[in-house]
Each structure stands twice: as C-alpha cells, then as structure tokens.
C-alpha cells in the first residue's frame, strides 16, 4: 500500500468513527519525516481516544502497524500515530486551534533537498 493509500484509508476509518473535520495535508515536499499527516478532532477526550483506536485497529486489520503513539492521560487532548509514511493527529478542538498543523504545513515552504 503506497502512502496515498494509506492517508485515504486512515481518513476513511477516522470518518467511520464520526472524526471532526478530517484533512489529509500532503508534506513530501516539506519534510522527510512523513509523506501525508491526517489531522482530525474528536469532541471530547473518549471520543479522541476511540478514533485513534479504532483507526489503529483497522489499520492492524489490514497489515499495517503503528511504529509509535502517544495515547491516553499524558497525551494531554493530541494523539499521534505514526505509520511511518503517514501521521495520524487526533486533537481536541482546542488543541487543534492552538497548534493550527494544516496552516503551519500549507504555508510551511518545500524543501529544495526533498524537490524531484
């Protein structure tokens, strides 16, 4: 499964979940560290953490496994997933607003070492 893929499948299981306002912000020009980030929102702390298990789950189902997570209490409203060539985000609202990912990595300029 090529990261395009990947990003679209995460999205499709976050959507299957009731995740808020789900994005798919493409970064392989901007950083080596992932190709797609998926940010989304969950409406409380137990909607946040179903999404990201859920996600996780379905994405064991499938044969792809996450490299690492930040989940429960010390996550403090962001849990990450990282399935290496994609990023999942589960934030609250408000972290969300805080942080703002899809404007700091839209705006964020290519990087001329990752540029075909």
Known sequence: MNSQEKAD????????IKAVDIEVIDVRAKTSV????????????????SIAEKVEEKMRAIGERAL???????AGGWILYDFGDVVLHVMLEEKRQF??????????????????
């Open 68 to 74: 690492r997570s930040t989940t429960g209490p010390k």
């Open 34 to 49: 992932a190709d797609f980030f998926v940010v989304c929102s969950g409406t409380s702390d137990t909607h946040a953490n």
């Open 99 to 116: 942080y703002d990912l899809e404007t700091l990595w839209r705006t964020m300029q290519n990087d001329p070492n990752l540029m075909p």
């Open 9 to 16: 499948r995460i999205r499709e299981f976050a959507d299957d």
